[in-house]
Every structure is written in structure tokens, then in C-alpha cells.
């Protein structure tokens, strides 16, 4: 069935830092993938999606690209920032419902 | 923007009790979520319903069950509440796309977090 794995976490870097969060997945079809952010104390937010192999989703100076052949939909960002710490959760959807990751918490040290 | 509001940010019980969890969105969404959260666990779906009247178990169904009489209202129903209930309950929306699969995101509320004494 489809899956999604996402590196574990915690994930602490110092502000500045070059992020990556690593996803992969496993689906029939083509999925379309979405990455997730959590704030503490809140729900789920959109941060960015992709609906096709080699689209490359951004927001926020965030940035993932679809990739098919390595079934893989990994987080980036340049410079991360001590706001930028949440959870973040990939998850791709499937005809019925969405299938979400683990999650990765994320700590920025000033 | 979509909004999706949940009735309560913190709701204490007690064990026993009939306990219910109101979710309402604004954007016309035919489809409609609940999940738990708990640490360790990630998001664990309880129902959904693709549109009124309709409903769908997920993953974790028991103990609960979930009510859908109106487009924009999704409610979650725990029958006899017990202290391994207690949790964070997260509700979420998103449009139906096409016929063969959506997709489009979810779309979530803030959450609500559930104390059973």
C-alpha cells in the first residue's frame, strides 16, 4: 500500500543553517506530495505541495521537488531561521485520503 | 482563505461521559477528517466522510463514531469517553478534485486538546 517515510527527528540546527528533510514515499499512480508545518500549539499548515514528477513546490524560502525516479520529495531551505522551528510533516494523497509521515521536529538555536 | 474552526482549544472530561468535538468550514469542502495526534504516533485518521450523510472508518474507529448531517459540519462523537482517549484531536477539510482522486490538501483546524479524567 502507499507509505511515506520521513527522517526522524529531532533536527537541531543553529539559525543560518542549510535544512534538509529527507521523504520518501511508495504509491501506485501518481500521487500528488505536500509538505506540512506545525507550530506549537496549533494545527497542520500547508507549506507547499506538488502534483506532478519534477514539479518543485516553494514557499517561505522552503522548496521541494517531486522526483519519480528516486520516489523522493525532500525539504530544503537555504538559511533557516529560529521561527522556522515546528514539526513538519510530508504526506502524499492517494484517491481517498492523505497519507501522512511521522513527522520531524526542527529546533533553531539563535 | 479556508477556514476550518474547531469549538474548543482545551476540553476536560470525565471517564464515561458522551463527549462531542464540533468541526465547521467555510469553503464548501465535500470532504472532511478527524485525527489524533499523540507523541511518537504522527496523525492517526479516525473517520471521514466524502459528503453529508456520509461516513468512512479510518484507521482507528474504535470508540468513537462521527456525525455529518450538514455540508459544513463535521462532528466527532466519543461514545463513553476513557482516559486513553485523552489526545490531541485535529480536524480538516479539503474539495473532492475529480472523480478519479483529489489532489488537492487538507486543509486543518487548530486542534483540540482533550483531557479525560
Known amino acids: 500500500g502507499n507509505s511515506v517515510t520521513q527522517m526522524e527527528g529531532p533536527v537541531t540546527l543553529s539559525e543560518e543553517a542549510f535544512l534538509t528533510i529527507n521523504c520518501t514515499y511508495t504509491?501506485?499512480?501518481?500521487?500528488?506530495l505536500f509538505w506540512y508545518v506545525q507550530y506549537p500549539g496549533e494545527g497542520l499548515q500547508l507549506l507547499l505541495k506538488?502534483?506532478?514528477?519534477?514539479d518543485k513546490g516553494s514557499n517561505k524560502g522552503f522548496e521541494a521537488t517531486y522526483r519519480k525516479e528516486t520516489t523522493s520529495f525532500h525539504l530544503e531551505k537555504g538559511s533557516v531561521q529560529v521561527s522556522d522551528s515546528a514539526v513538519y510533516f510530508c504526506?502524499?494523497?492517494?484517491?481517498?485520503?492523505?497519507?501522512f509521515g511521522s513527522g520531524t521536529r526542527l529546533s533553531i538555536r539563535p | 482563505d479556508v477556514k476550518v474552526t474547531q469549538s474548543s482549544r482545551y476540553l476536560v472530561k470525565r471517564t464515561g461521559e458522551k463527549v462531542f468535538l464540533e468541526c465547521v468550514q467555510d469553503?464548501?469542502?465535500?470532504?472532511m477528517f478527524w485525527y489524533r495526534q499523540d507523541p511518537g504516533l504522527g496523525l492517526r485518521l479516525i473517520y471521514f466522510?466524502?459528503?453529508?450523510?456520509?461516513?468512512e472508518k479510518g484507521d482507528i474507529p474504535e470508540g468513537y463514531s462521527v456525525s455529518r448531517e450538514k455540508k459544513e459540519r463535521f462532528s466527532l462523537i466519543l461514545e463513553s469517553a476513557s482516559t486513553n482517549q485523552t489526545s490531541m484531536y485535529l480536524c480538516?477539510?479539503?474539495?473532492?478534485?475529480?472523480?478519479?482522486?483529489?489532489?488537492?490538501?487538507?486543509?486543518f483546524g487548530d486542534g483540540t486538546r482533550l483531557s479525560i479524567l
Open positions: 480538516a477539510s479539503r474539495s473532492s478534485g475529480t472523480a478519479y482522486g483529489s489532489n488537492q490538501p487538507q486543509h
Open positions: 504509491a501506485t499512480g501518481y500521487p500528488s
Open positions: 506538488a502534483t506532478k514528477a519534477d
Open positions: 504526506a502524499l494523497s492517494s484517491a481517498s485520503k492523505i497519507i
Open positions: 469553503m464548501d469542502h465535500e470532504n
Open positions: 466522510s466524502y459528503d453529508v450523510k456520509m461516513k
